[in-house]
Each structure stands twice: as C-alpha cells, then as structure tokens.
C-alpha cells in the first residue's frame, strides 16, 4: 500500500491508496487547507505521531495520540493523525470518530474524506464508504486520485454484487427408527362389506411393519437481489432413505423449485415453479410439478402475516399405478410472532385443499382442511428446542366399492425435537414424530412413531 504526504498552510495531509498519489500542490479543488481550531496541540506529539506513521508504526502512533484523544481532540490535524493512525492499526470504528471531527470542521478536506470512505469500507457500511468516495470525486482529484477512488469503487460493486448473490449448501445423514414404514393397519383381519362381510386377512406387506433406517440427504440453493425490492432464487434436495427390512418400501427423491419475490413497505410477494421427482424400491415411481405463490405482510418485526398457495399435478410411472394420478390445490394462511428473546417463535396455519382425482381411483376426488401450530424455544446458546401438533380432515367423494362407503379420514400428528449447533455450521437434531389416521375404513388408519438422529453440515 503506498501512501503520498500532501502539506499545504503547514499542515500534513495523508492519504493511502493502490497508486502513489500526488502532492496536494498539484491538486485543484481535492483539498482546502485545514482550520486546526483553537485547542493548541505541542508540535512535537504531532511531528513524532507523523514520524511513526511515516515508519510503518502506525500502533504506536495511535497509542501515542489516543492517549491524548480527550486533551486535544478538536484540533484538525491532531485528529486526523488520529483517524489515520487508527485506521492503519486496525481500528476504522475509532477513525470515523476522529474523522467524523475533521469533516464537521472541514467538510471539503478530501484528504479525511478518503480514510473515512476506507473505514467505513473495513466496518463493512459499504453504502457509506460509496457516499464518501462519490464526494471525493465531486471535488474534481487529479488523474492518480481518480484512478485509486475508481478502484476502491470497482470493489464496493464488486462486494456488494456478492452481497446480491448468496449460495448456500448442506449435506445430512439420519439414523432413526420407524414402527410403521409402510402406514398400514395393525389390523391383519378384515370385513369386506361387498362380499357380504366375508372377513379377509391381510398379507403381511400389507400389515404394520417396524424398520430400523437411514437416509442421506443434500440440497443447494441460490439467492439473487436485483435490488431492494426484486430477488429470485432457485435450489434442490436430493435425499434417499433405505431400509434395513422392508426394503419396497425404500425411497428417493429429487426436488428442484424457481421463483421470484417482490418487497415493497410492509409486503412481500412470491410466486414460483416446482417439480419433484419420487422413486421407491429403486424404481422410478410418480412426477410431480406445478406452480406456488403468496403474499406476506409485516405488521413488525416480530409478527407477520401470510397467505399462501399452490397448484399441483402427481402423475405415476406405472401404468398399473396411474389410476391414482391426481391434481392438488392447496390455499392457506398462517401467522408468526417472535417473542421478546428475539429467538422463541410461535406459529399457526390453516389450510383448505382440495385433490381432484385424474382417472377412476377408488375414492375419488378428496376436499379437506388442515391446521398446524407450534414453536420453538432456545436453551442456551446453542440448542433450540422445537415442537408442533397438526390435525388433517379429508372426505372423499365415491363411495369405495368394496367397502361400500365414502372414505373419511382424520389425521393428527405431534413433533418434539432439538438442534444443537455443538461447532459452526453444524447441527446435531433428535426428534421423535407420532402420527394417527382413523378412517372409517378399516385398512386406511394406521398410528406410527418415528424416532431419528441426524447430523448437518450448512455450507454457506
């Protein structure tokens, strides 16, 4: 880094950039001579700061004056040397305040301008380090001060577009036990009102069956800001769960999503495209792909407002499985407060859905509703204890013919879980799920625990 020395009415300007830049003397209009004020500063503290500064000790020269900040701050050259001095040592917070005094006496000294638009550029405020440098070169610098402030400013853009665009990663691996992979009924015998309540037993895949599982996930997502208000953004998750019996029931699946939001005041906008791609047993099983949207409103910052919904279409690979094909409105609202901790977090949903059968399928089409409320809450700094409750309602339209009635299904489920961030990035998860359907037909209900562990790796 090189620095260049302007003095002009006997004081030291100093400014320090990428290029050596020229004396103040050659500058039209870059600088003013500064008004050092009525506090009177020994020349000595001043010549022996410069000289520190001047041999690359820029540590001992903050401490030197930094001791004397309270005597003789006020005295332009006095805290100019200072912001320089606690610039150059690592301290850009103390130099703006030094700096900021220079300013309020000399707003035209272009010099102070520049450490300020690069203290504020090491703080990380880069709107303001692109304020300051606009006004440097406004002031008209010559040819080598104008390069140095290009170049600061090719980096602010060059910073602030990666602000704009953000990736984020994970990968995860889960270990868990399942009391029913397959949701079927525990009960193996029974009676089929079509054949005169003749009692059937079930075959034993049909039947709750208990399975030890693990299952690997990862997924990858991408963000881009245009600006304050327009963003899109776009990501996919890849996961496969394998069984260690019953491995029909193995499962994989490749979800990918596009969208685009819009901020304006209080409100958010979003609209977006999904598609989904689901295996079981190894073999490719059923697509799906359709269209999501909603609308958010932020009364604060701790409570918001949501309604959302989406449209979907399912259709299966098999052509003995494609009478179950289906298409999928959903429409719902939900509500969030954040308490007072600024990290406990309370939520409630509701939804309405209807699922309009595509062929023949036994039941027909399906018309329900949902609700699901719940929360989290930290223990320490680095757990956070979750839970929530959910109950499902849906009727079906065709009366089954074997059962000779409409099916009806009601659904509750509950989750307790934690995350641990035991290291940076990573994330240790215990959970346990219970989940019930009663129907009133016999082989539709069926209850299930399903107890995991898993481990994360953010990558962002």
């Given at each position: 880094?090189?620095?260049?020395?302007?003095?002009?009415?006997?004081?030291?300007?100093r400014a320090f950039s990428a290029v050596p830049i020229p004396a103040t003397s050659e500058v039209q209009n870059a600088t003013n001579p500064m008004r050092v004020g009525s506090v009177e500063v020994?020349?000595?503290?001043?010549?022996?700061?410069?000289?520190?500064?001047?041999?690359?000790?820029?540590?001992?020269?903050?401490?030197?004056?930094?001791?004397?900040?309270?005597?003789?701050?006020?005295?332009?050259?006095?805290?100019?040397?200072?912001?320089?001095?606690?610039?150059?040592?690592?301290?850009?917070?103390?130099?703006?305040?030094?700096?900021?005094?220079?300013?309020?006496?000399?707003?035209?000294?272009?010099?102070?301008?520049?450490?300020?638009?690069?203290?504020?550029?090491?703080?990380?405020?880069?709107?303001?380090?692109?304020?300051?440098?606009?006004?440097?070169?406004?002031?008209?610098?010559?040819?080598?001060?104008?390069?140095?402030?290009?170049?600061?400013?090719?980096?602010?853009?060059?910073?602030?577009?990666?602000?704009?665009?953000?990736?984020?990663?994970?990968?995860?691996?889960?270990?868990?036990?399942?009391?029913?992979?397959?949701?079927?009924?525990?009960?193996?015998?029974?009676?089929?009102?079509?054949?005169?309540?003749?009692?059937?037993?079930?075959?034993?895949?049909?039947?709750?069956?208990?399975?030890?599982?693990?299952?690997?996930?990862?997924?990858?997502?991408?963000?881009?800001?245009?600006?304050?208000?327009?963003?899109?953004?776009?990501?996919?998750?890849?996961?496969?769960?394998?069984?260690?019996?019953?491995?029909?029931?193995?499962?994989?699946?490749?979800?990918?999503?596009?969208?685009?939001?819009?901020?304006?005041?209080?409100?958010?906008?979003?609209?977006?495209?999904?598609?989904?791609?689901?295996?079981?047993?190894?073999?490719?099983?059923?697509?799906?792909?359709?269209?999501?949207?909603?609308?958010?409103?932020?009364?604060?910052?701790?409570?918001?407002?949501?309604?959302?919904?989406?449209?979907?279409?399912?259709?299966?690979?098999?052509?003995?499985?494609?009478?179950?094909?289906?298409?999928?409105?959903?429409?719902?609202?939900?509500?969030?407060?954040?308490?007072?901790?600024?990290?406990?977090?309370?939520?409630?949903?509701?939804?309405?859905?209807?699922?309009?059968?595509?062929?023949?399928?036994?039941?027909?089409?399906?018309?329900?509703?949902?609700?699901?409320?719940?929360?989290?809450?930290?223990?320490?700094?680095?757990?956070?204890?979750?839970?929530?409750?959910?109950?499902?309602?849906?009727?079906?339209?065709?009366?089954?013919?074997?059962?000779?009635?409409?099916?009806?299904?009601?659904?509750?489920?509950?989750?307790?879980?934690?995350?641990?961030?035991?290291?940076?990035?990573?994330?240790?998860?215990?959970?346990?799920?219970?989940?019930?359907?009663?129907?009133?037909?016999?082989?539709?209900?069926?209850?299930?625990?399903?107890?995991?562990?898993?481990?994360?790796?953010?990558?962002?």
């Amino acid at each position: 880094m090189h620095e260049a020395a302007y003095a002009r009415g006997g004081v030291v300007i100093r400014a320090f950039s990428a290029v050596p830049i020229p004396a103040t003397s050659e500058v039209q209009n870059a600088t003013n001579p500064m008004r050092v004020g009525s506090v009177e500063v020994p020349d000595h503290l001043l010549r022996e700061a410069e000289a520190l500064l001047n041999a690359g000790k820029a540590e001992e020269a903050y401490q030197l004056l930094e001791a004397k900040d309270f005597e003789y701050s006020g005295n332009s050259e006095f805290d100019y040397l200072l912001g320089v001095a606690a610039l150059d040592s690592g301290h850009p917070d103390k130099a703006t305040l030094a700096l900021e005094r220079v300013l309020a006496v000399d707003p035209n000294f272009a010099g102070a301008r520049l450490d300020m638009a690069r203290a504020y550029f090491h703080l990380g405020d880069l709107p303001r380090a692109k304020t300051e440098l606009e006004m440097v070169m406004k002031q008209e610098p010559p040819e080598a001060a104008r390069i140095t402030i290009e170049k600061y400013l090719a980096a602010i853009d060059s910073a602030e577009e990666a602000k704009r665009t953000r990736y984020s990663a994970y990968v995860e691996g889960t270990i868990g036990r399942d009391t029913n992979v397959n949701n079927s009924t525990s009960q193996s015998d029974v009676a089929i009102p079509a054949f005169g309540d003749l009692v059937f037993t079930l075959s034993p895949t049909s039947l709750k069956t208990p399975a030890t599982y693990y299952m690997g996930a990862t997924g990858w997502e991408v963000e881009h800001a245009f600006d304050d208000r327009w963003r899109v953004n776009g990501g996919l998750d890849l996961r496969q769960r394998n069984n260690n019996k019953m491995h029909t029931y193995d499962f994989g699946s490749l979800d990918a999503r596009a969208g685009a939001a819009y901020a304006t005041g209080n409100e958010v906008f979003r609209l977006g495209i999904t598609w989904g791609f689901y295996e079981q047993a190894h073999l490719k099983n059923r697509n799906s792909y359709g269209f999501t949207g909603g609308w958010q409103h932020n009364f604060d910052p701790k409570n918001q407002f949501s309604v959302f919904g989406q449209y979907g279409k399912n259709r299966y690979s098999d052509p003995t499985y494609r009478v179950n094909d289906f298409n999928q409105v959903v429409i719902g609202a939900g509500m969030l407060h954040i308490l007072d901790d600024g990290r406990s977090a309370l939520f409630v949903s509701i939804n309405g859905l209807k699922e309009g059968a595509v062929h023949d399928r036994a039941d027909g089409s399906k018309t329900g509703y949902g609700l699901r409320l719940g929360g989290q809450t930290p223990f320490g700094e680095a757990v956070e204890v979750f839970a929530s409750v959910g109950y499902q309602r849906g009727r079906y339209d065709k009366e089954n013919l074997a059962f000779l009635a409409k099916r009806d299904d009601k659904q509750s489920d509950a989750t307790l879980g934690a995350n641990w961030h035991f290291a940076q990035l990573w994330t240790f998860r215990p959970q346990v799920g219970y989940s019930r359907n009663r129907s009133n037909i016999a082989i539709y209900s069926f209850d299930r625990v399903d107890a995991s562990m898993t481990v994360r790796r953010d990558f962002k």
